[in-house]
């Protein structure tokens, strides 16, 4: 870390572990091995719960096959908030000081916030909470250390009375197979209690009856956690098993009794997540019988609570033994060394050492200890860390675990009875060359005894070349868009091998596999002139070893193993490669009225062919001759692969690294005089042996002059090998690496092919005495190597890198480039308001900020404000028969204006010429302040088209591309729900249906459903009532409620109408004969946009009836004979299922969503003030040797940090502003390119009333 030496941050309670509302204390450590420059070192606290997942849609067939990846996220903040340990904060300016060498302390204290939820790290999210600290150092990149600590939210389940209350569950399945049928099987569970803590003994007590004709093959008892992922649109359900018991078989007619059989729970945590909305956890014990034959198991489930206090009766019956006492961490000192050696003064007064004892109320209680939870650990960067973070990034929750005595239960971890299923290799870094064995031992580790057809191992070499492109035909309304696919394959070698059991080919009998650990020996060798391992941007050439347990009419287990082969290219065959290579260039710069003398560049290398680890001198002279100065110059070292299809070839440009000199004044001249680029490891030149992928290597001088001008570029091809030249060998002998530890032999099992000695790890060579190379990952790093065969059960090393070759010369390595935004660091938009939200008429205030790395020549710096409506999308026909068939795209569109206006920050407008001005290097800040037009339409998402409003920052570079940053926020416009009388008014529907079945016909299925009111806001409840009466002959499954948002969007020649589902409330079946009534059911109304979307032409979210007349929505039964549906403008509609093929029946009601509630609403149920918003620090205007500009117009400091709700009625507490329901989409148009950075991922932000309710559960369909 160059000067930086240790950098750390330590916990006063060593495990970590907190409770909300207690004080972390701790001390960050900074060593230095000489002084460093900084602006300062802050500490941030933050807790944070996230949830992110990712599922594939694909539509249309063939050619025409596309696939949408999309996107389900949310997340809570619970707190964040940050510390200044030494220095000035980021905002105070760019200034800096200085902190001595030697070990600096900075004590902290942090107050945790109440009622937090436990740490959690999931599948498809985690609530997580961390101190970082950053030394920030201004024009360079920050170092960042991560400590990530567990807060544990207390579960007392003294305080659940169902926790104390016993668990019971019976039931029972009959088997049969057509021609015969037998008795049934039969099976009650019973738990004495509900309620547990982890470490405490769950008794375990069933009785299972065998009344078959077939033999059950075991029982057992598993622990499954249940956890739901809420994101804004939709919910995922992931089921984890913990851990089970197992008992033995019965026979038919037979019976068998779980009795004192205890299940141990292992560190985990507490249930429900309480303090989280996004995530939820729940508990299931379930008994299993598992018959013999092709048959479903018979589950009893039970659902048990894991608190984090035990119950008061099972402590004072059974107390749990202490934990062993643990030494405290030694205290810090004070600050010693760097700033004059004066002690450093905490961030907050350091109080005594906390407790580590949960609030209790049970006398004599033993404190818990705190272990880590049994799932393991798991890497913690985020989206906010970056390559330069450090710290404690493989992390694991702890939770409590008090200690009774007993063996914790075996944990099952992922497999079912599948403890370990792995491959090693005995070359330990898994390379081979081409001919070489492959080594190694399959691992089979088993908790009970399994039944499977065999255990295979799956040996295959290839290479793969795929990508997409997409082509258009046509134009205008005849314009079609088709995705192309362009791929080709090479084999190499695919063998399979038997090490247990028998070949698929050969049956379906099984074979068990006795309980414990097998060890299968297995040695393949391998084909003579493979290609080397690769891993590219559209292909790759890859080797694995697969090992697969076949088990018929299940899922097959597997586990994967990648292993390298480096393909020798010795420099000694290629003549080429002692060969000096060299090349001149030259450009004249001109401007039409003047020309100057030319810049030529000479570059030179002594030889062409290298290895991985060598040094390559670069030789190069340059004159500059014209009359400008040239910027820089630099060489560097670019990977050229071209992937090969059947059709087409694709090239990829990837660069390695670069080397950088700085600036040639106008006459002079430069000379690079044996600089060396030190190459990392990389796959060799040519890739020989693959026809459908080829590497090049291309070593380039580059002059950048200043302006408005390409580089002046001077290319070589170099040869990159796996043996190095003789001569060099002799001249310069590189290092030997350390040996490696050869695996033993396994012992235990017959090997599939006969094992021969350790194989040497040295490539083929005719050098004498040359030491062998060391292997290193590939420079690009890892990527994730699961193929189309390959399905979420597969297990094993699916994250790999290829290795290669390296010789250690001892030089270091020449530092890769990665930037790609060149001299700017920053640039971006902020937000005055934090959660930019406006209302038409206000000023949108803010500040733009650059930050450059070094001096940067531009046209200009511009804002654009922008708001528009757009419509858009297309429809296809099939239009004539047989050979004049053809399909036809047509696309319908529309836009509306409401502003557009640019203002200039800093240089010149476009208009006023190409001359150019210079920004200094650092941060220079730009206040502005826009006043948005009065009515204006409220911000929209939706499937068709958008109203959407931004602000675009563009640093405008003529002959360049321009660097754009882009920020939307939203708008809200008024519906004040007073202002409309039938908001007010009840509102009532009724509809009846009759199923008839052809032979016979039945009474009618009738519903009423009525609403209170017609108009409400976001986050109110509405109270539901109907009457539902089932007349007919068939059972009705089901009556539900939903609501929908009915948008229609209009185009210039036509229009277009969606519904959305916006959530839904479900109640169970009613049988024939039978009535049942909604009886003030509740439905909260999540964040979304008001009716009507007043102010837009082109998008309305339409009435009911409007929508009835052009879908023909009536009130219907169905399969779900009593739906609700609530359709946005808005719809609520209840539906009736019937079971069996009939249409529900429905009664649709519209609703008014606004955004100010009903004065009678708000005068008996006041809704709560939200918690106020902490406003963003105020921008500072740029200081000297920066643009001192003034703002767009004159701020106005008296503008609000939140907007204010513009209402008539008294005392009303303001809403707060969240995010849609339907989630972020992204926001790039037309307008934006590639290049474009900023907030992209956008979620409109609405009104939300807290009433206190827990918003409806969304139905995501």
Not at 31 to 37: A, D, P, R
Not at 657 to 676: C, D, K, L, T, Y
Not at 1181 to 1207: C, I, R
Request: contains cysteine; neutral net charge; aromatic residues 10%.
């Amino acid at each position: 870390m160059g000067k930086l030496n240790i950098f750390e941050i330590t916990l006063s309670n060593f495990q970590g572990v907190f409770y909300a509302g207690q004080n972390v204390q701790g001390h960050c450590t900074v060593e230095l091995n000489e002084k460093m420059s900084m602006r300062g070192i802050r500490l941030k606290f933050e807790g944070k719960a996230y949830v992110h997942w990712t599922e594939e849609y694909s539509t249309g067939t063939g050619d025409d096959r596309k696939t949408e990846i999309r996107h389900y996220r949310a997340s809570e903040k619970y707190f964040e908030q940050e510390v200044l340990l030494f220095g000035i904060w980021p905002k105070q300016g760019s200034d800096k000081i200085k902190l001595a060498a030697g070990r600096t302390t900075f004590p902290f204290c942090f107050g945790l916030p109440p009622n937090l939820p436990s740490s959690f790290e999931g599948a498809h999210g985690y609530v997580r909470y961390f101190v970082k600290a950053i030394i920030d150092k201004p024009w360079k990149f920050d170092y960042t250390f991560k400590r990530p600590f567990t807060v544990i939210g207390i579960l007392d389940l003294n305080a659940d009375a169902n926790a104390v209350m016993p668990a019971e569950g019976v039931n029972q399945k009959t088997l049969c197979c057509l021609c015969c049928a037998s008795g049934p099987i039969t099976a009650a569970f019973h738990l004495e209690r509900r309620g547990y803590v982890p470490g405490e003994a769950i008794k375990l007590l069933a009785d299972i009856r065998n009344n078959s004709n077939r033999k059950m093959e075991k029982s057992y008892i598993d622990l499954r956690m249940i956890t739901t992922f809420h994101a804004t649109t939709k919910t995922r359900t992931n089921v984890k098993e913990i851990g089970r018991i197992v008992e033995g078989p019965i026979e038919e007619g037979q019976s068998f009794s779980w009795e004192g059989k205890v299940f141990v729970l292992p560190p985990l945590p507490p249930s429900y997540l309480a303090g989280c909305k996004i995530i939820d956890i729940r508990y299931i014990l379930q008994l299993n019988v598992d018959p013999c034959g092709p048959s479903l198991d018979l589950e009893v489930p039970l659902e048990i609570i894991i608190g984090t206090i035990p119950l008061r009766q099972a402590v004072e019956l059974c107390p749990p033994c202490a934990p062993q006492p643990f030494q405290p961490p030694v205290g810090f000192p004070v600050t010693v060394g760097g700033i004059g050696g004066v002690g450093a003064t905490p961030s907050v007064p350091l109080q005594p050492e906390m407790p580590y004892l949960p609030p209790s109320n049970i006398p004599n209680l033993p404190p818990p200890s705190y272990n880590e939870c049994f799932f393991g650990k798991v890497n913690v960067k985020d989206e906010d860390d970056d390559e330069h973070t450090r710290g404690a990034l493989d992390f694991a929750p702890m939770y409590t675990y008090y200690n009774w005595g007993y063996p914790p239960t075996t944990m099952n971890g992922k497999m079912g009875k599948l403890n370990i299923f792995e491959i090693t290799l005995n070359s330990f870094q898994g390379v081979y060359y081409a001919g070489q064995n492959v080594q190694g031992h399959c691992t089979v580790e088993l908790n009970e005894e399994m039944a499977m057809r065999g255990i295979r191992l799956k040996f295959e070499g290839k290479a793969y070349v795929h990508w997409t492109e997409q082509h258009s035909s046509g134009s205008g309304k005849n314009r079609t868009t088709r995705t192309v696919h362009y791929s080709a394959t090479e084999k190499y070698f695919e063998q399979e091998v038997l090490l247990f059991g028998i070949w698929p080919g050969q049956g379906s009998d099984t074979f068990k596999l006795a309980a414990g650990r097998t060890t299968y020996p297995f040695c393949f060798v391998l084909p003579p002139n493979l290609p080397s391992s690769f891993e590219g941007a559209h292909g790759y050439v890859r080797y694995s070893v697969k090992g697969i347990i076949d088990k018929p009419w299940r899922f097959d287990h597997t586990t994967k193993r990648p292993f390298t082969i480096i393909s020798v290219f010795d420099l000694n065959a290629d003549a080429n490669a002692v060969m000096p290579v060299e090349s001149v260039n030259q450009k004249t710069l001109c401007c039409l009225c003047c020309a100057s003398g030319p810049i030529t560049a000479s570059f030179h290398l002594e030889r062409r062919g290298y290895v991985p680890g060598e040094a390559i001198k670069l030789y190069a002279d340059i004159r500059n001759n014209s009359n400008r100065k040239m910027d820089k110059s630099y060489v560097d070292l670019r990977m050229i692969t071209t992937f090969h299809a059947t059709t087409k070839s694709r090239m990829s440009v990837k660069e390695v690294g670069r080397v950088v000199e700085g600036p040639i004044e106008e006459g002079h001249s430069f000379s690079w005089e044996g600089q060396i680029f030190v190459l990392p490891p990389l796959p060799p030149s040519y890739l020989p042996g693959c026809r459908i992928i080829d590497i090049k290597y291309i070593l380039q001088l580059n002059v950048d002059p200043s302006g408005p001008s390409l580089d002046l570029e001077v290319p070589l091809e170099i040869l990159i090998g796996t043996i190095p030249l003789r001569q060099v060998v002799a001249q310069y002998p590189p290092r030997a690496p350390q040996p490696t530890v050869g695996f033993p032999l396994p012992t235990g099992a017959t090997p599939s092919a006969p094992f021969e000695p350790m194989m040497p790890y040295s490539p083929p060579s005719s050098i004498p005495n040359l030491p062998p190379p060391s292997y290193n990952e590939c420079v690009f790093g890892k990527v994730n190597v699961k193929e189309e065969d390959d399905n979420e059960h597969t297990r094993g090393a699916l994250d790999f890198a290829p290795v290669y070759t390296y010789y250690d010369w001892g030089y270091q390595p020449t530092t890769m480039n990665g930037n790609k935004m060149g001299k700017l660091n920053i640039f971006e938009i902020s937000f005055s308001n934090i959660q930019g939200v406006y209302y038409a008429g206000q000023n949108v205030l803010g500040h733009c900020t650059v930050e450059l790395n070094e001096e940067m020549a531009m046209r200009g710096i511009r804002l654009k404000f922008q708001g528009q409506a757009d419509v858009y999308w297309t429809e296809t026909e099939t239009r004539g028969t047989g050979d004049d068939q053809q399909t036809v795209t047509e696309s319908y569109s529309a836009k509306e204006k409401y502003f557009e206006q640019e203002v200039l920050l800093f240089g010149i407008w476009p208009a006023q010429g190409r001359d150019t001005v210079k920004l200094s290097a650092g941060r220079t800040v730009f206040p502005f302040c826009f006043v948005l037009p009065p009515n204006l339409p409220s911000s929209f998402e939706g499937s068709d088209g958008h109203v959407r409003y931004s602000v675009k920052g563009i640093i405008d570079k003529p002959w360049k591309f321009d660097h754009t940053t882009k920020r939307p926020f939203s708008i809200i416009s008024i519906l004040d729900l007073n202002a409309d009388p039938s908001a007010m008014m009840p509102v009532d529907g009724y509809n009846q249906k009759t199923i008839c079945c052809l032979c016979f016909a039945s009474g009618p299925i009738t519903a009423s459903f009525h609403l209170e009111r017609r108009g409400y806001v976001p986050g109110e409840v509405i109270r539901l009532f109907a009457d539902i009466r089932n007349n007919s002959s068939r059972k009705i499954d089901k009556s539900y409620i939903e609501l929908k948002m009915v948008t229609v969007y209009h185009a210039t020649t036509k229009s277009k109408t969606t519904a959305k589902e916006i959530g839904r409330i479900v109640e169970g079946p009613i049988l024939e004969g039978q009535s049942f009534s909604w009886e003030g059911q509740e439905f909260v109304l999540p964040p979304l946009p008001p009716s009507h979307l007043a102010g837009c032409k082109i998008i309305d979210i339409k009435s009911m009836k409007s929508f009835m007349r052009r879908t023909g929505v009536k009130l219907t039964v169905g399969k779900n004979p009593n739906t609700m549906h609530l359709l946005y403008s808005a719809l609520v509609k209840l539906n009736v299922d019937p079971s069996g093929p009939a249409l529900d029946l429905e009664v649709p009601l519209e609703i008014i969503i606004g955004t100010i509630p009903l004065r009678q609403v708000v005068q008996q149920f006041p809704p709560r003030a939200p918690s106020p918003l902490q406003p963003l620090s105020g921008f500072h205007q740029p200081t000297s040797g920066q643009y001192a500009g003034a703002s767009s117009q004159p701020l106005d400091p008296s503008a609000p940090w939140e907007p204010v709700m513009p209402s008539n009625i008294p005392n009303m507490p303001p809403p707060s502003y969240s995010e849609c329901v339907l989630g972020k989409v992204n926001v790039k148009d037309e307008g934006d390119s590639q290049y474009t950075r900023g907030v992209l991922e956008f979620a409109p932000v609405y009104t939300y009333y807290d009433w206190g309710h827990q918003p409806t559960t969304m139905s995501g369909k």
